[in-house]
C-alpha cells in the first residue's frame, strides 16, 4: 500500500507539488477549525436564545399582572 504523505525525495524533484500539498493541508485545517469554532458558537447562541425567550415570557407574565392591577 503506497505511503499518502509525499516523502522528503518526493518534495525535492518536485517542490511546486510539495508546496501545493503543504498549501492543501494548511487549507483544510483551518476549514475544519472554523468549522469547529462556528459550531461551538451556535451551540452558544441556542443556549442564550432559549435563556432570551424564558425570560421574554416570564415578562410578558410580569406586564399582564401589572395591566391586570391597573384595569
Do not use: H, W
Not at 17 to 34: E, T
Request: with cysteine; charged share 25%.
Amino acid at each position: 500500500m503506497p505511503n499518502p504523505l509525499p516523502s522528503y525525495t518526493d518534495f525535492v524533484k518536485n517542490p511546486i507539488v510539495g508546496l501545493l500539498f503543504i498549501c492543501l493541508m494548511a487549507i483544510g485545517y483551518l476549514y475544519i477549525d472554523n468549522r469547529n469554532t462556528l459550531t461551538k458558537q451556535v451551540e452558544d447562541l441556542k443556549t442564550e436564545v432559549k435563556q432570551l425567550k424564558a425570560e421574554n415570557s416570564r415578562l410578558n407574565e410580569k406586564i399582564i399582572e401589572i395591566l391586570k392591577k391597573v384595569q
